[in-house]
């Protein structure tokens, strides 16, 4: 998925950039208006940030120009204009969503993923790699799950394991299936390996008072889902 991003803060657009490709996005950056209506207007992109006060053309201006030409692509604006008039000027001007500064990155991007569903390419590009299971996402070809507005940074082996036990909600799974699962073509290591790994992943999913979504089968294997008496 690809994002452009427009605003004359440099700061902030550097960490936003590093942000956004932590989650697995392309990135896109213009410091003034004119040069996001020259990107905007050259590429295609999944979702434009637009901060409305920008050096040349102000974002307002830019969003109204790109409705004007039948794109459809959304817009998020990120600004500190924050009365019930300047909202309902940048909604009238064509933008899907409004996000007042300072903001919290995790708003910003659950924001940001709810926007991304609307992109025509969704359906064909992200879903693809894409599962959901049990109230988490997952992303494997970025090695990304999401639970609620956390985004879950994964290793390889995490993402395998997930993926897997994503596969066979509430179903057990026996230590040799999730051995074999992780290391199909290659010579198995000992019990621990697999037990670490669980540990590994249940840390990262399992945050704090968030329900349990691995749960041990003393002597058999593991189960993953919610359990609704927990």
Same mark, same amino acid.
């Given at each position: 998925?690809?994002?452009?991003?427009?605003?004359?803060?440099?700061?902030?657009?550097?960490?936003?950039?590093?942000?956004?490709?932590?989650?697995?996005?392309?990135?896109?950056?213009?410091?003034?208006?004119?040069?996001?209506?020259?990107?905007?207007?050259?590429?295609?992109?999944?979702?434009?940030?637009?901060?409305?006060?920008?050096?040349?053309?102000?974002?307002?201006?830019?969003?109204?120009?790109?409705?004007?030409?039948?794109?459809?692509?959304?817009?998020?604006?990120?600004?500190?204009?924050?009365?019930?008039?300047?909202?309902?000027? @940048?909604?009238?001007?064509?933008?899907?969503?409004?996000?007042?500064?300072?903001?919290?990155?995790?708003?910003? &991007?659950?924001?940001?993923?709810?926007?991304?569903?609307?992109?025509?390419?969704?359906?064909?590009?992200?879903?693809?790699?894409?599962?959901?299971?049990? @109230?988490?996402?997952?992303?494997?070809?970025?090695?990304?799950?999401?639970?609620?507005?956390?985004?879950?940074?994964?290793?390889?082996?995490?993402?395998?394991?997930?993926?897997?036990?994503?596969?066979?909600?509430?179903?057990?799974?026996?230590?040799?299936? *999730?051995?074999?699962? *992780?290391?199909?073509?290659?010579?198995?290591?000992?019990?621990?390996?697999?037990?670490?790994?669980?540990?590994? &992943?249940?840390?990262?999913?399992?945050?704090?008072?968030?329900?349990?979504?691995?749960?041990?089968?003393?002597?058999?294997?593991?189960?993953?889902?919610?359990?609704?008496?927990?």
């Amino acid at each position: 998925m690809h994002i452009l991003l427009v605003d004359d803060e440099v700061e902030l657009t550097d960490a936003l950039h590093h942000l956004f490709t932590r989650e697995g996005y392309g990135v896109d950056i213009a410091h003034d208006g004119a040069r996001g209506r020259s990107l905007a207007t050259a590429n295609t992109y999944d979702l434009l940030i637009l901060d409305w006060m920008l050096p040349e053309m102000s974002g307002l201006e830019l969003c109204r120009f790109l409705r004007s030409r039948g794109q459809a692509t959304p817009v998020l604006f990120l600004t500190a204009k924050d009365t019930v008039d300047d909202r309902v000027d @940048g909604l009238d001007a064509g933008a899907d969503d409004y996000l007042i500064k300072p903001f919290e990155l995790k708003e910003l &991007l659950a924001r940001v993923r709810a926007l991304l569903r609307r992109s025509p390419n969704f359906q064909t590009i992200d879903e693809q790699s894409r599962s959901a299971a049990e @109230g988490i996402e997952l992303d494997e070809a970025n090695q990304l799950a999401y639970r609620g507005d956390r985004s879950i940074e994964l290793s390889e082996k995490e993402t395998v394991l997930l993926a897997f036990l994503m596969q066979h909600p509430h179903q057990l799974l026996t230590h040799e299936e *999730l051995t074999e699962a *992780l290391w199909p073509a290659e010579s198995k290591p000992n019990s621990n390996a697999l037990v670490a790994q669980i540990r590994l &992943l249940r840390r990262k999913v399992e945050g704090t008072g968030e329900q349990s979504l691995i749960h041990t089968v003393y002597g058999k294997g593991y189960r993953f889902g919610i359990i609704s008496s927990e």
